[in-house]
């Protein structure tokens, strides 16, 4: 080859060399530029997610990630489902968080993005556990916890892990769990937050939104235990975090919301409406519509208690046009979510065999069988329910007009939990009290009925004897005399007069909870309300709240 034929080889290889690598270069800079006008629209997407039109954020989402998809950036895709996660969540939406594309889970585990894998299925187990789904909601926890435990060691993995042992907690409360087992996963919670390092700023709100969220639980239980002091002391600390600390919004309304119940509870209603009306003020900026649920009923109730009944009703018929909205968008979320399990068990199921198949037909048509049986059975059941409940809203009313004769009873009387007095002592006590003396008491035990004494938690044999300035001896002969019944059938037959009048009188009543309910009427425990309200009237509590709510859908029907 002659040596300027080599030459120009030489030269045409180098410019060929040179353009590939400004080619190379360009495309470098292309995607850089890409990924940099991404995070760009992460920055915008984020606000609106934290906003209150956090629905704006979606359309955004949606074109990150086919941006993302395009450039095979898969961190940004793996970010796309933990946002989309939080908005869906923090909309109550919580089908749309379960059924969330499997993709982003996959692209996760590709490039070991265990942060987010953590995020995504605690978000998971708390859809689960809003919707009832406990053991769906612990199988995604514990998914959570196993990729929470594979972040590289730092305010990241302090904080997975931190967020999932609060989130757990709660659903340990749903679940009936043990007070030690709530306390044990808040107090991992709070330990994890505390090792968050304040050095980068970014984390200062979440540490602190940890620590405020614990103590609310931490409140909330002692509350319920009756330990009213330190619960109280909780909710300040909380409260506490919130006016000092750069904490998120909506975290602020959760806590005025659980202040305004706590106080309701406490009867001291000036301040339950002094929270809630705060919790609603700023709710329309953080836009969550179970808290604005709550805080409407707390408002009705607290209005109520104070006379203020056209406060009370503005309340309550916002409560319960938001409550029925809430109930039917749950309720076609958890249908959607069985649907789901049941379409995939049933696919699994059907491609195991045909011999499998015969026996799958076989065992729905007997469960088809068993249903017609069962639902005659329910609906011969249901007839004898409404029958007792017609007979004691039928005694209601007569007990209005002569309260001191007729009472309040679907069945006999219970067998007295207390032990019996002698003959001796009945005699005992005859002898030392006079008729003046016995009508004395008579209206002091009146006096204390009036006051609604008895739904104290507290209340004893000993602390009414208090109450009405006598001994034990005679509080019990003057009850068995004058009332015909033991104390304890006393003291539970006037609180289930009590509810049994409310939920009569005021819908709002109907909507509670039955463990609501079982605090407001001093029993200290959902399961021992439950069977002393059976026990008076002749029904379950939630059979004798449904006996309402179907008549008032028959009377919506009819018109």
Do not use: W
């Amino acid at each position: 080859m002659n040596a300027p034929l080599r030459k120009n080889l030489y030269y045409g290889i180098v410019s060929k060399i040179h353009l590939l690598f400004l080619l190379f270069s360009c495309a470098l800079y292309a995607q850089t530029s890409t990924i940099e006008s991404i995070n760009k629209e992460f920055d915008t997407a984020t606000k609106y997610a934290h906003s209150g039109n956090p629905e704006k954020a979606i359309p955004i989402l949606d074109k990150i990630k086919k941006e993302c998809e395009s450039i095979n950036y898969k961190q940004g895709i793996t970010r796309v489902g933990h946002t989309l996660a939080i908005i869906y969540f923090n909309s109550s939406d919580y089908n749309k968080v379960i059924s969330l594309s499997e993709d982003y889970l996959k692209t996760g585990e590709e490039i070991q993005d265990y942060e987010k894998l953590s995020h995504i299925h605690r978000l998971k187990g708390c859809a689960y556990s809003e919707l009832g789904l406990l053991n769906k909601g612990d199988e995604e926890y514990d998914l959570a916890l196993e990729y929470a435990q594979k972040i590289k060691a730092g305010n990241n993995k302090q904080h997975a892990l931190g967020v999932i042992y609060g989130n757990r907690a709660s659903h340990l409360i749903k679940s009936g769990a043990p007070q030690d087992a709530i306390f044990a996963s808040i107090n991992k919670s709070i330990a994890e937050a505390e090792k968050i390092n304040e050095s980068d700023n970014s984390y200062i709100s979440k540490k602190y939104s940890l620590i405020a969220y614990s103590y609310i639980i931490l409140a909330n239980e002692y509350a319920k235990a009756g330990n009213v002091p330190t619960a109280g002391e909780y909710y300040l600390k909380a409260l506490a975090i919130h006016e000092t600390k750069p904490v998120p919004l909506v975290e602020k309304v959760v806590l005025l919301s659980e202040l305004g119940y706590f106080y309701t509870d406490q009867k001291a209603y000036d301040k339950a409406v002094k929270y809630a009306e705060s919790g609603i003020k700023l709710e329309k900026e953080a836009s969550f519509p179970q808290l604005r649920r709550d805080l409407f009923e707390t408002l009705s109730k607290a209005y109520l208690e104070l006379h203020q009944t056209e406060a009370s009703k503005k309340y309550l018929s916002l409560f319960t046009a938001l409550n029925d909205s809430i109930n039917n968008s749950e309720k076609k979320a958890v249908d959607t979510a069985l649907r789901s399990t049941i379409s995939k068990q049933k696919k699994q199921y059907l491609a195991s065999s045909s011999k499998q198949t015969v026996i799958y037909i076989l065992s729905f048509l007997a469960l088809a069988v068993l249903g017609i049986v069962l639902f005659l059975r329910y609906k011969k059941q249901k007839q004898i329910q409404i029958q007792k409940i017609e007979s004691v809203l039928e005694q209601l009313k007569a007990r209005q007009n002569q309260p001191e004769t007729i009472p309040l009873t679907a069945t006999e009387s219970s067998k007295t939990e207390e032990a019996e007095e002698t003959e001796d002592d009945k005699e005992e006590v005859i002898a030392l009290m006079s008729p003046e003396a016995e009508e004395k008491l008579l209206e002091k035990l009146h006096d204390f009925e009036q006051k609604q004494l008895y739904l104290e938690r507290k209340v004893s044999l000993s602390y009414v004897a208090a109450q009405v300035e006598t001994n034990t001896k005679y509080l019990s002969y003057i009850i068995k005399k004058h009332k015909g019944k033991d104390f304890n059938k006393y003291i539970n037959d006037l609180r289930i007069n009590y509810i049994v009048q409310k939920i009569n009188d005021n819908p709002v009543y109907r909507q509670y909870k039955i463990n609501v309910l079982a605090e407001e009427t001093g029993f200290s425990s959902h399961s021992k309300f439950a069977t002393v309200f059976k026990s008076t009237v002749g029904v379950s509590p939630s059979e004798f709240i449904k006996y309402y709510q179907d008549n008032e859908r028959d009377k919506k029907e009819a018109s």
